[in-house]
């Protein structure tokens, strides 16, 4: 399976957002109603123009031109242009009191611009480009849409479109592109720091754009690597220009960084509309929340519209999809493989892991009795460093009338009563000489508690943790294993059947001891507030020891998303006895 990326920290810096359905794969998309219906070559005469450039904004003094183009309607330039500076690290610009033998405008800014999540100027200038009936505008904005329909645009007049006509055809092509329904008049009208559904698209795409490393940011030579963003985006209009569809060579990298950004992202999955407005309340201020939301959404649906799949949801876990389009992960091009829903999002992988996940792990399978009570418990061996081990499949299950449960019968025990030793060394350090090397404490004869030692070479066998969960496992709180970072296709492939012991918060314990004298004769110091290094079960204690060994346990074992031990003696836990 391929790893992720490690992408950029984002400080955003908008106003909050509604949040409704405008994500949705489909190819029907709208428009509003233009008002650049008139039709004919109109000339201008003492027209002023203002606007907005941005990818981001572009900073103050960036080059902003306005050519004037033929009165016989061919949109081709007169040579006229009208030049004017941006006037502040807003991108706005204004031009006055111009006259034009046409309507039709070619507008171009060209510069530095500060990136919109996090206010920091880009390594490389750009270059944006876009086409305007300034007949009845007062206002004329400059950005990614309206350079990704520039030449479609174009094409479409010249094809026999009016102009109105061809704007509204090339804004709906380039939203479908990107799976996406949002209606607005034109491109031009779009702002990135403006809230409507429309503008959210035009931020996050913006957002999107920039988010290759490669293309923006540690430039070691300008001249040689600057181009590389500016030639993607005039790739992609030359790409959309002839039939207002993106090849997938175009697009492959736009839905590697929405791949990217949807499972980098996953906890956003958790967010909800009213989790927006309780942080907008406390902190009016903060829109971290509501931007990283849209975005999320934005960068699953572009995901999900390319592959042309459904959304992956709880009750899709586990299937899995072919693909036959490229993209691109780890700086490599996959050219197909297969999508596995994990109950989040589709993972990119190939049909050999998925077949991996219900592979067994080479063991046998065998029951065994205990005589005390004639209950008979599955079991399984295998052979890990030239030493066999032998471990029961089932949590144990027994009780007398001098052994107790700890809480009710779901079989678990405190740790000296699976230990059979005086209630007293639940708190303090244990008497030396008191545990054996094979302690059998609450195990049929024969048997003994497992040892932290045990369960370290079974994680090594079994290489995860998760081959030992038992596959109803899933059917627990899917918002809590996305907390807990519990997520993933797992199978049952050492039929070792653990399961959840707390179906709240995914946690399971297992009992276990180690006889190291460090360890036992450790007296845990009181968990301090104002000082909670002195906590045994903080991480610093687990890097002072577990340097040397790093498969530190000692008195309880933590099985959850990983082999992390615990140092506590719980006083609820399963046990899991090993054959003598």
């Known amino acids: 399976m391929f790893e992720k990326q490690n992408r950029k920290k984002f400080n955003w810096v908008l106003p909050i957002i509604a949040l409704s359905a405008l994500f949705c794969a489909c190819s029907n998309m709208?428009?509003?109603?233009?008002?650049?219906?008139?039709?004919g070559v109109v000339a201008i005469s003492n027209k002023k123009i203002a606007g907005v450039s941005q990818k981001g904004p572009f900073v103050k003094g960036s080059d902003v031109t306005l050519k004037e183009t033929s009165k016989n309607g061919d949109f081709e330039p007169t040579g006229r242009e009208f030049t004017t500076k941006t006037r502040s690290n807003k991108g706005d610009f204004k031009f006055d009191d111009f006259d034009l033998e046409s309507q039709y405008a070619l507008l171009s800014v060209e510069g530095y611009y500060k990136r919109e999540y996090n206010d920091e100027k880009s390594d490389c200038p750009m270059r944006l480009?876009?086409?305007s009936n300034v007949e009845k505008r007062e206002n004329v904005n400059i950005n990614l849409l309206t350079h990704f329909e520039y030449k479609r645009v174009l094409n479409l007049v010249k094809e026999g479109k009016s102009f109105a006509e061809a704007k509204k055809q090339a804004a709906t092509e380039v939203l479908d592109a990107f799976g996406v329904n949002a209606k607005f008049s034109s491109p031009e009208d779009l702002d990135i720091y403006n809230t409507s559904d429309a503008d959210r698209v035009l931020f996050n795409i913006s957002a999107l754009i920039d988010s290759r490393p490669?293309?923006?940011?540690?430039?070691?030579d300008e001249k040689e690597d600057c181009p590389k963003l500016q030639n993607f985006l005039d790739g992609f209009t030359e790409d959309f220009a002839d039939d207002g569809v993106l090849s997938d060579s175009t697009m492959l990298y736009i839905v590697s960084e929405a791949y990217i950004m949807t499972v980098e992202y996953v906890e956003m999955e958790l967010v909800d509309d009213e989790d927006i407005k309780d942080k907008k309340r406390k902190n009016p201020d903060d829109n971290d929340l509501a931007t990283k939301k849209s975005e999320y959404e934005f960068s699953k649906n572009v995901f999900l519209h390319y592959m042309g799949v459904e959304a992956c949801t709880d009750n899709?876990?586990?299937?899995?999809?072919?693909f036959k389009k490229p993209v691109e992960i780890d700086d490599e091009i996959i050219k197909s493989g297969y999508l596995l829903c994990n109950g989040y999002y589709w993972e990119i992988t190939t049909k050999e892991h998925i077949d991996s996940l219900t592979q067994k792990i080479e063991h046998e399978n065998g029951t065994m009795t205990d005589k005390r009570d004639g209950k008979k418990y599955k079991t399984v061996s295998f052979k890990h460093k030239g030493k066999k081990y032998e471990w029961m499949a089932e949590d144990l299950h027994y009780t007398d009338s001098s052994i107790k449960y700890s809480k009710g019968s779901d079989g678990?025990?405190?740790?000296?009563?699976?230990m059979q030793i005086d209630d007293k060394y639940m708190?303090?350090?244990?008497?030396?000489?008191?545990?054996?090397s094979l302690h059998q404490g609450i195990c049929p004869d024969g048997w003994h508690i497992s040892t932290s030692e045990e369960w370290t070479a079974l994680f090594?066998?079994?290489e995860?943790?998760?081959?030992?969960?038992?596959?109803n496992w899933k059917s627990s709180d899917t918002r809590t294993a996305l907390v807990k970072d519990l997520i993933g296709v797992f199978f049952n492939r050492f039929d070792f059947n653990l399961t959840i012991m707390d179906s709240v918060f995914l946690e399971t314990y297992y009992h276990a001891y180690t006889l190291d004298e460090e360890v036992l004769s450790y007296d845990a110091p009181a968990f301090d507030e104002e000082d909670p290094w002195k906590d045994p079960m903080h991480e610093s204690f687990n890097e002072d020891y577990a340097i040397e060994n790093p498969h530190f346990s000692a008195l309880e074992i933590s099985v959850r998303w990983n082999d992390t031990f615990g140092v506590s003696k719980a006083p609820k836990a399963y046990v899991r006895c090993v054959k003598n």
């Open 412 to 418: 678990s025990y405190s740790w000296t009563t699976a």
């Open 316 to 322: 899709l876990w586990g299937e899995y999809r072919k």
């Open 464 to 471: 995860n943790p998760h081959n030992l969960l038992d596959e």
């Open 427 to 436: 708190e303090g350090p244990v008497k030396n000489g008191l545990l054996d």
């Open 214 to 220: 490669e293309w923006t940011y540690w430039v070691d």
């Open 460 to 462: 090594e066998y079994v």
């Open 30 to 39: 709208e428009t509003s109603g233009t008002s650049e219906e008139a039709e």
């Open 129 to 131: 480009d876009a086409v």
